[in-house]
């Protein structure tokens, strides 16, 4: 399901079985048509007009006319000469042929590959001295183009046996541009790429061969039964050739996002803010403090209050008013973040850390100094607070190194702030650092034995880590120090649902709809719970609950969405109500454009449903939005591999001659 963290790999087994299910594509091949050519017989009553002119006697008019006819049965008789003669040339360069295509296999057996491949060329350079003279018939066209089909795809054989692979390569291009589907020169020509490291031209061979699996089985899928035969290459291929091609793909991707600048990068939803702000302890007290503290037009008229231009040179008077100045910046960060507008708070508390970090005065003499003297005039707490709230916005925009930075310059000042401690170990399990973040966890834990963030997010490390029964540990201590943590029992209810415990993932999601009946999570965990049982109706009812409880929570969205595709057709409808799924996974990305299962899905599906080639590349472009969205290596691999998958099909439903990806 969308929500559930342990089901990353579900998403890339979907995307894989796509190329042989769900994206089933057909095609239609031209076959040349057969036309009969009727071939006359020579009549040795039919004289030439020479003869006739002489033997009959007759008038020069008559004679005139019956010697006009005599030209059409001469011309007659000498078409018909030809065309025997052409047959008699054809029988004698096909069996010329044969002879020595059957030369060339005997040099085969016999592993003179080059000999046999020599052998094919003479065939070859006949069958192009014919078609040179322009004297074949359509039949005859016709049946040389597949004898050069054949001998070329044996002469491709011979190269390959010889360790000439480029011009095996160039061997197959030449079968694979007369007929498309020919299965044996797209094998090898997968099996070349592949020695050669050539992964995504070989990805695209695969598709292919699965494509022409698909439409000749087609009949059968849609009548949902078992293809003929076994697939043309097995799954653990494409498997293996989507992790040979992730690497350099990821780099790009995150070269892209290594390029932009902090302040470029975009903030998670609002949901997921609050979500992540929600888990620490120190959230209702922060909150009580801005509620408290005044609104966005106090403290902005307090700033436009204050003295501009102070010289630098009065080091006092100018730490103050900088003091002042980020105080109040900070201040109302805060109150933009109790208001639920992130953007603005990010904007203001990077403008406080600005004016404390002396940023406009970084190339003066005296630059160590002032920032000291604005540290001290704006007081230890204030820049503490600070501090913390820059590492959270750096945080955000998955700034993992500057947000480190001032984590650990704010436990410098407050070392037994266990709640910074849990940031920083935040951030570490965001960098894959799980030591690190083991061991501050641990540290928080020994100096406060109760805190509940400390024990919440160590259960989720706990989870990542596929320790289960130690997650399930902290998630119980803080349920029975704090009963009415709802976080806690919404993730041990996924701890059970994970160790197949149905009944106790209910009883712990009863509970938390005790304490608060209308949370968005509780139903959305609820519809889990249903849709692990396949109970998709009920699944879906709960996940639409959820949306009505909270319309920014994106995981209902996606979960709704796989309830729907998981439902049996109804009504008489053939397929799941594909549109209705698209909908609401388009509405998840609008909530959050950061919430790549909904790209991984939807990509899925739209390419399914692609009308022709030019609306399936339009899934390329989605991918490269949810690519530009993505913050971990995790996420840049769920949508990487479903990228690498549709260009793959895309290209290798171009060369199949294919105008659609849809098997309706």
């Keep these: 399901m969308g929500a559930s963290n342990n089901q990353q790999t579900t998403y890339l087994v979907l995307g894989l079985a796509g190329v042989a299910t769900a994206l089933a594509l057909w095609y239609t091949l031209s076959s040349s048509t057969k036309g009969k050519q009727d071939t006359s017989k020579k009549s040795p009553n039919v004289d030439t007009p020479a003869t006739a002119s002489a033997s009959s006697g007759i ?141 995504k031209e070989a990805i695209v061979e695969v598709c292919a061969l699965q494509l022409k699996y698909m439409n000749d089985n087609r009949d059968k899928i849609r009548l949902g039964l078992p293809p003929a035969g076994p697939q043309p290459v097995p799954q653990s291929k494409i498997e293996e050739l989507v992790t040979l091609i992730q690497p350099e793909e990821m780099k790009k991707a995150q070269d892209a996002l290594d390029a932009k600048s902090v302040d470029e990068r975009a903030l998670p939803s609002t949901y997921t803010i609050l979500q992540l702000l929600k888990s620490f302890s120190g959230y209702n007290k922060w909150m009580g403090d801005a509620a408290k503290g ?27 008013n900088l003091a002042v100045k980020a105080t109040l910046l900070s201040h109302r960060g805060r109150r933009h973040a109790f208001e639920k507008d992130f953007a603005s708070a990010v904007k203001d508390f990077d403008e406080a850390y600005a004016l404390v970090e002396d940023k406009e005065g970084a190339n003066e003499n005296d630059h160590e100094d002032m920032k000291k003297s604005i540290v001290n005039a704006m007081g230890s707490e204030e820049y503490a607070r600070l501090l913390e709230w820059v590492g959270m916005c750096r945080h955000l925009r998955y700034d993992l190194k500057g947000s480190l930075e001032c984590y650990e310059r704010c436990c410098e000042l407050e070392p037994e702030n266990t709640e910074l401690l849990v940031k920083r170990a935040g951030v570490k399990m965001d960098g894959a650092q799980h030591s690190d973040a083991e061991a501050l966890f641990g540290k928080a834990l020994t100096l406060n034995p109760t805190a509940s963030d400390a024990l919440l997010h160590r259960a989720n ?45 209910k009883r712990m999601l009863d509970q938390a709809a005790d304490f608060d009946p209308d949370s968005s999570e509780v139903h959305c965990y609820r519809g889990e719970l249903h849709f692990a049982r396949g109970e998709f109706g009920e699944a879906k009812a709960e996940f639409e609950k959820a949306m009505e409880c909270d319309a920014y929570n994106p995981t209902p969205f996606v979960n709704a969405a796989l309830a729907v595709i998981n439902t049996p057709p109804s009504g008489g409808a053939m397929m799941p109500d594909f549109a209705e799924a698209v909908r609401l996974l388009e509405q998840a990305i609008k909530v959050d454009p950061m919430f790549h299962a909904a790209y991984v899905q939807l990509g899925q599906m739209k390419l399914s449903m692609a009308t022709d080639l030019s609306k399936a590349r339009e899934v390329i472009e989605l991918y490269d939005k949810g690519l530009d969205y993505c913050r971990t290596p995790e996420e840049l691999k769920d949508i990487c591999c479903m990228r690498i998958l549709t260009v793959a099909q895309i290209d290798a439903a171009h060369a199949l001659h294919m105008d659609s990806l849809n098997m309706q």
């Design 461 to 505: 490390l706990r989870m990542i880590q596929q320790r289960v029964a130690d997650s399930e540990s902290d998630l119980e201590t803080c349920i029975r120090l704090y009963p009415n943590n709802l976080m806690a029992r919404l993730r041990l209810a996924t701890v059970y649902m994970a160790k197949e415990d149905m009944d106790g993932a």
């Design 294 to 320: 005044g609104t966005v037009a106090k403290f902005t008229s307090q700033l436009e209050d204050l003295l501009d231009h102070v010289p630098r040179k009065s080091v006092e008077a100018y730490a103050d």
């Design 59 to 199: 008038t020069p008019q008559k004679s005139n006319v019956h010697s006009s006819a005599a030209s059409t049965s001469a011309s007659t008789a000498a078409s018909s000469s030809t065309a025997s003669g052409n047959e008699e040339d054809e029988k004698t360069l096909h069996r010329r042929i044969e002879e020595i295509d059957r030369k060339g296999k005997t040099l085969f057996k016999d592993k003179k590959y080059m000999e046999a491949a020599e052998t094919f060329t003479e065939a070859l350079d006949l069958i192009e001295a014919k078609k040179s003279n322009g004297a074949e018939s359509g039949k005859s066209s016709s049946s040389l183009t597949r004898q050069i089909i054949t001998l070329t795809n044996n002469r491709s054989a011979m190269y390959e046996k010889a360790a000439l692979p480029d011009l095996a390569l160039s061997d197959c291009d030449i079968v694979l541009n007369l007929d498309p589907a020919h299965s044996k020169a797209r094998t090898r020509r997968l099996r070349i790429l592949e020695s050669q490291k050539r992964y």
